[in-house]
Protein backbone atom coordinates (compact mmCIF):
# COMPACT_ATOMS: atom_id res chain seq x y z
CA UNK A 1 0.00 0.00 0.00
CA UNK A 2 1.47 3.06 -0.96
CA UNK A 3 1.33 5.84 1.89
CA UNK A 4 -0.63 9.17 1.41
CA UNK A 5 1.92 12.06 0.21
CA UNK A 6 2.36 14.86 2.68
CA UNK A 7 2.86 18.20 1.51
CA UNK A 8 5.29 20.42 2.54
CA UNK A 9 6.15 24.22 1.93
CA UNK A 10 9.40 25.10 2.75
CA UNK A 11 10.16 28.85 3.13
CA UNK A 12 14.17 30.90 3.33
CA UNK A 13 12.82 34.22 4.48
CA UNK A 14 14.45 37.62 3.49
CA UNK A 15 12.89 41.06 3.83
CA UNK A 16 14.18 41.31 0.23
CA UNK A 17 13.81 37.70 -1.47
CA UNK A 18 11.99 35.19 0.70
CA UNK A 19 12.52 32.10 -1.05
CA UNK A 20 9.39 29.44 -1.00
CA UNK A 21 9.44 25.67 -2.59
CA UNK A 22 7.00 23.13 -2.19
CA UNK A 23 7.65 19.15 -2.33
CA UNK A 24 5.68 15.77 -2.00
CA UNK A 25 6.98 13.07 0.21
CA UNK A 26 4.99 9.83 0.57
CA UNK A 27 7.47 7.32 1.87
CA UNK A 28 10.96 7.53 0.82
CA UNK A 29 9.61 8.88 -2.98
CA UNK A 30 10.80 12.98 -2.71
CA UNK A 31 8.41 14.89 -5.73
CA UNK A 32 8.56 18.81 -6.59
CA UNK A 33 5.36 20.47 -6.89
CA UNK A 34 6.69 24.39 -7.42
CA UNK A 35 9.11 26.98 -6.04
CA UNK A 36 9.32 30.87 -6.57
CA UNK A 37 10.81 34.11 -5.05
CA UNK A 38 8.71 36.57 -3.19
CA UNK A 39 10.72 40.11 -4.08
CA UNK A 40 8.89 42.53 -2.50
CA UNK A 41 8.80 46.69 -3.97
CA UNK A 42 12.06 47.46 -2.45
CA UNK A 43 10.24 51.11 -2.39
CA UNK A 44 7.35 49.64 -0.06
CA UNK A 45 7.35 51.12 3.45
CA UNK A 46 9.08 48.69 5.97
CA UNK A 47 5.19 47.15 7.32
CA UNK A 48 4.12 46.94 3.35
CA UNK A 49 6.77 44.33 2.50
CA UNK A 50 6.42 42.67 5.51
CA UNK A 51 2.11 42.79 4.18
CA UNK A 52 3.68 42.08 0.85
CA UNK A 53 5.70 38.92 2.50
CA UNK A 54 2.50 37.26 4.30
CA UNK A 55 0.14 38.01 1.52
CA UNK A 56 2.16 35.88 -1.11
CA UNK A 57 3.11 33.25 1.71
CA UNK A 58 -0.67 33.11 2.41
CA UNK A 59 -1.37 32.61 -1.48
CA UNK A 60 0.89 29.91 -2.15
CA UNK A 61 -0.50 27.80 1.01
CA UNK A 62 -3.85 28.55 -0.70
CA UNK A 63 -2.98 27.17 -4.62
CA UNK A 64 -0.36 24.42 -3.15
CA UNK A 65 -2.42 23.19 -0.49
CA UNK A 66 0.51 21.87 2.00
CA UNK A 67 0.26 20.30 5.22
CA UNK A 68 3.43 21.30 6.98
CA UNK A 69 5.48 23.58 6.49
CA UNK A 70 9.23 24.20 7.18
CA UNK A 71 11.42 27.37 7.77
CA UNK A 72 15.15 28.24 7.98
CA UNK A 73 16.41 29.76 11.13
CA UNK A 74 18.12 33.01 10.65
CA UNK A 75 22.08 32.68 11.10
CA UNK A 76 23.82 35.70 10.73
CA UNK A 77 23.63 39.85 10.00
CA UNK A 78 25.34 42.43 9.03
CA UNK A 79 24.65 44.82 12.30
CA UNK A 80 21.45 44.77 14.85
CA UNK A 81 19.55 46.65 12.10
CA UNK A 82 19.57 44.23 9.51
CA UNK A 83 19.33 41.35 12.33
CA UNK A 84 15.92 43.06 13.81
CA UNK A 85 14.43 43.53 9.77
CA UNK A 86 15.48 39.95 9.30
CA UNK A 87 13.79 39.06 12.06
CA UNK A 88 10.70 40.89 11.16
CA UNK A 89 10.66 39.04 8.15
CA UNK A 90 11.02 35.57 9.25
CA UNK A 91 8.31 36.28 11.59
CA UNK A 92 5.46 37.62 8.53
CA UNK A 93 6.98 34.57 6.88
CA UNK A 94 6.21 31.73 9.86
CA UNK A 95 2.81 33.82 11.07
CA UNK A 96 1.21 33.10 7.32
CA UNK A 97 1.47 29.20 8.07
CA UNK A 98 0.42 29.09 11.52
CA UNK A 99 -2.52 31.02 10.63
CA UNK A 100 -3.36 28.57 8.21
CA UNK A 101 -2.92 26.18 10.53
CA UNK A 102 0.42 24.15 9.68
CA UNK A 103 2.74 22.96 11.61
CA UNK A 104 5.64 25.40 11.47
CA UNK A 105 9.55 23.43 11.97
CA UNK A 106 12.47 25.31 12.21
CA UNK A 107 15.93 24.29 11.01
CA UNK A 108 19.23 26.26 11.51
CA UNK A 109 20.85 26.63 8.02
CA UNK A 110 23.41 24.21 8.81
CA UNK A 111 21.31 21.53 9.70
CA UNK A 112 20.12 21.97 6.03
CA UNK A 113 23.13 21.98 4.44
CA UNK A 114 24.26 18.83 5.83
CA UNK A 115 21.09 17.34 5.36
CA UNK A 116 20.95 18.25 1.79
CA UNK A 117 24.90 18.58 0.82
CA UNK A 118 26.45 16.29 3.72
CA UNK A 119 28.37 18.99 5.17
CA UNK A 120 26.95 22.07 7.00
CA UNK A 121 29.35 24.61 5.86
CA UNK A 122 27.92 24.13 1.94
CA UNK A 123 27.77 26.77 -0.11
CA UNK A 124 24.75 28.42 -1.83
CA UNK A 125 25.67 26.88 -5.26
CA UNK A 126 26.47 23.68 -3.60
CA UNK A 127 22.89 23.34 -2.03
CA UNK A 128 21.31 24.33 -5.34
CA UNK A 129 23.24 21.69 -6.78
CA UNK A 130 22.14 19.07 -4.61
CA UNK A 131 18.76 20.01 -5.14
CA UNK A 132 18.63 19.39 -8.45
CA UNK A 133 19.94 16.30 -8.42
CA UNK A 134 17.48 15.33 -5.50
CA UNK A 135 14.58 16.43 -7.42
CA UNK A 136 15.26 16.96 -11.10
CA UNK A 137 11.93 18.36 -12.00
CA UNK A 138 12.75 21.58 -9.92
CA UNK A 139 14.95 22.71 -12.87
CA UNK A 140 17.24 25.09 -13.11
CA UNK A 141 16.44 26.73 -9.81
CA UNK A 142 18.27 29.13 -8.51
CA UNK A 143 19.83 30.84 -4.68
CA UNK A 144 16.37 31.79 -2.83
CA UNK A 145 14.17 29.27 -4.27
CA UNK A 146 16.90 26.26 -4.12
CA UNK A 147 17.55 27.13 -0.70
CA UNK A 148 13.74 26.84 0.48
CA UNK A 149 13.44 23.42 -1.24
CA UNK A 150 16.37 22.39 0.67
CA UNK A 151 14.39 22.92 4.16
CA UNK A 152 11.24 21.52 2.99
CA UNK A 153 13.86 18.47 1.72
CA UNK A 154 15.57 18.64 5.21
CA UNK A 155 11.75 18.24 7.18
CA UNK A 156 10.80 15.29 4.96
CA UNK A 157 14.16 13.76 5.91
CA UNK A 158 13.33 14.80 9.48
CA UNK A 159 9.63 14.17 9.36
CA UNK A 160 10.36 10.21 7.73
CA UNK A 161 13.15 9.50 10.37
CA UNK A 162 10.23 10.67 13.03
CA UNK A 163 7.92 7.92 11.35
CA UNK A 164 10.45 5.57 11.11
CA UNK A 165 11.60 6.22 14.77
CA UNK A 166 8.56 5.62 16.31
CA UNK A 167 7.43 2.27 13.72
CA UNK A 168 10.41 0.63 16.03
Known amino acids: MTPLPVRILGLD ?6 GWGVVDIAGSRLSHVAHGVIAPDETLAFAERLL ?8 IIEIHAPHEAAVEE ?12 LGHARAAVMIAPARAGLLVAEYAAKVVKKAVVGVGQAQKDQVAFMVRRLIPAAGDVKADAADALAVAITHAHARRARVLGSAA
Open 52 to 59: ALFDAITA
Open 74 to 85: TFMANNASSALK
Open 13 to 18: PGLRRT
